[in-house]
Nanobody, 116 residues
Framework: QVQLVESGGGLVQAGGSLRLSCAAS????????TRWYRQARGKQRELVAG???????NYTDSVKGRFTISRDNAENTVYLQMNNLKVEDTAVYYCNAVLLYGISRWGQGTQVTVSS
């Protein structure tokens, strides 16, 4: 089993920065890819960024150049550094781990609110 705990959300003004953390515990050796998703009120959950065990990253177009996903293997933690935040980035951000055999695990989510 893998458990994920997100932290780092909060309220920030437009143009500001936040860093989200996703700490993994349990059978972390089974994790292949870690992704950040977000879900704004009334909208579908969308993929924001992902990072594989090999360090390959990908981003949705709307956050390219502003968000950076990274991992600290020693801390079993994946980070999402969010700079130049916009009001439209407001959402609940979820950490997702894709494990061996296609099993998926989710964290509880952390609220990010960007004010104008």
């Amino acid at each position: 089993q893998v458990q994920l705990v997100e932290s780092g959300g909060g309220l920030v003004q437009a143009g500001g920065s936040l860093r989200l953390s996703c700490a993994a515990s349990g059978s972390i050796f089974t994790i292949k890819t870690t992704r950040w998703y977000r879900q704004a009120r009334g909208k579908q959950r969308e993929l924001v960024a992902g990072i594989t065990n090999a360090g390959t990253t990908n981003y949705t177009d709307s956050v390219k150049g502003r968000f950076t996903i990274s991992r600290d293997n020693a801390e079993n933690t994946v980070y999402l550094q969010m700079n130049n935040l916009k009001v439209e980035d407001t959402a609940v951000y979820y950490c997702n781990a894709v494990l061996l055999y296609g099993i998926s695990r989710w964290g509880q989510g952390t609220q990010v609110t960007v004010s104008s």
